[in-house]
């Protein structure tokens, strides 16, 4: 099975942070641009971007917002 590409620059940013941070700082996007894609507040965003465990659902919402696969934040 081939896995989605997950650039070194990605991965290399989990070190301060979770993957979902990671793609957001390395596509150049503010926690309020995303928030935006997904219709929810900043914070609402930012308590998700933190979160260790996301649910499902919300991991395909947020690829979707960052124009990714779900299975690029799995690392």
């Known amino acids: ?39 929810i507040s900043q914070p609402a965003y930012a308590q998700q971007e933190n979160s260790e465990t996301l649910r499902q659902v919300s991991r395909e919402k947020i690829a979707a917002a960052l124009g990714i696969l779900p299975a690029q934040l799995d690392f």
């Open 1 to 39: 099975l081939n896995s989605p590409a997950i650039p070194h620059a990605v991965i290399e940013r989990t070190v301060e942070g979770t993957p979902v941070r990671a793609w957001r700082e390395h596509l150049g996007l503010t926690q309020a641009d995303v928030a935006r894609r997904l219709g």
